[in-house]
C-alpha cells in the first residue's frame, strides 16, 4: 500500500511569519511531488512540482525534497491571510502508468 | 470556456435515481481523472482514462460507471448509489501519463457536490 502522510494540524502561523509544511511517502522509488492548495469548498489548484533532491523557489513558495528520507516539505515566507487553505501533497510513484496518491492534507490557519 | 469544466455542480438524487456527471477539459490533455473527495479523507482515485483507454479502476462499486468518448470528455454515470457516497467528485487532466516532467500534472475542475438521500 503506497501511502503519503501529511499532519492534518491545524497548524497556525502568524502573519508574516514562516509556514512549513510536511509529508512523508512510502514509496522510495517515488518520482514526482506536487503541492496543491486547496480553499473550502473549492478544488485543488497546483502550487508547486518538485523532480529533483534539493530546493524549488517560486515567489514565496519553496518546495524542499529530500529522497534518502523520504519526505517533501512546503516553506511559505511571509505568510499571508490569504494562504489559509488546506495543503495537500501528491506523490507518484514509481512504475509503469502514473499512480498518484494525495495524502489527507494539512490545514493551514494564518492569523492576522 | 478554458480548463477543466464540470457539470452540474451541485446534485442531490435518490437511491433509486440514475444521472451523470459530465467533465470536459479544453487543455488538449490525454490523460482524464475522477476522484472522490469525502470529509476528514484523502482524495480518492477512482478512474483514470489515457488516450480515452480507462488505464485504472480502483475496486470502485459497479454503481459507478465511467464513459470517455474522446479525449475532452469524461463522464460518471451513477445508479442505485448510497447515502455514503454523498462526496465531492472532482474531475481532473493531464497533458500524458508519462512518469515524471511536467505532464505529470493534474488540472482539477470545480468538481460536482453530491448528496444521496
Known amino acids: 500500500q503506497k501511502e503519503v502522510e501529511q499532519n492534518s494540524g491545524p497548524l497556525s502561523v502568524p502573519e508574516g511569519a514562516i509556514a512549513s509544511l510536511n509529508c512523508t511517502y512510502s514509496?522510495?522509488?517515488?518520482?514526482?511531488f506536487f503541492w496543491y492548495r486547496q480553499y473550502s469548498g473549492k478544488s485543488p489548484e497546483l502550487i508547486m512540482f518538485?523532480?529533483?533532491?534539493g530546493d524549488k523557489e517560486d515567489g514565496r513558495f519553496t518546495a524542499q525534497l529530500n529522497k534518502a528520507s523520504q519526505y517533501v516539505s512546503l516553506l511559505i515566507r511571509d505568510s499571508q491571510p490569504s494562504d489559509s487553505a488546506t495543503y495537500l501533497c501528491?506523490?507518484?510513484?514509481?512504475?509503469?502508468?502514473?499512480?498518484?496518491?494525495f495524502g489527507t492534507g494539512t490545514k493551514l490557519q494564518v492569523i492576522p | 470556456e478554458t480548463g477543466v469544466t464540470q457539470t452540474p455542480r451541485h446534485l442531490v438524487m435518490g437511491m433509486t435515481n440514475k444521472k451523470s456527471l459530465k467533465c470536459e477539459q479544453h487543455?488538449?490533455?490525454?490523460?482524464m481523472y475522477w476522484y472522490k473527495q469525502s470529509a476528514k479523507k484523502p482524495l480518492e482515485l477512482m478512474f483514470v482514462?489515457?488516450?480515452?483507454?480507462?488505464?485504472e479502476n480502483n475496486s470502485v462499486p459497479s454503481r459507478f460507471s465511467p464513459e470517455c468518448p474522446n479525449s475532452s470528455h469524461l463522464f460518471l454515470h451513477l445508479h442505485t448509489l448510497q447515502p455514503e457516497d454523498s462526496a465531492l467528485y472532482l474531475c481532473?487532466?493531464?497533458?500524458?501519463?508519462?512518469?515524471?516532467?511536467?505532464?505529470?500534472?493534474?488540472?482539477f475542475g470545480p468538481g460536482t457536490r453530491l448528496t444521496v438521500l
Open positions: 514509496d522510495r522509488g517515488s518520482q514526482s
Open positions: 501528491a506523490v507518484i510513484f514509481s512504475g509503469g502508468y502514473q499512480k498518484v496518491t
Open positions: 481532473a487532466s493531464s497533458q500524458d501519463m508519462t512518469s515524471g516532467g511536467a505532464g505529470d500534472t493534474q488540472y
Open positions: 518538485i523532480y529533483s533532491n
Open positions: 487543455l488538449g490533455h490525454n490523460a
Open positions: 482514462y489515457n488516450f480515452k483507454e480507462q488505464t
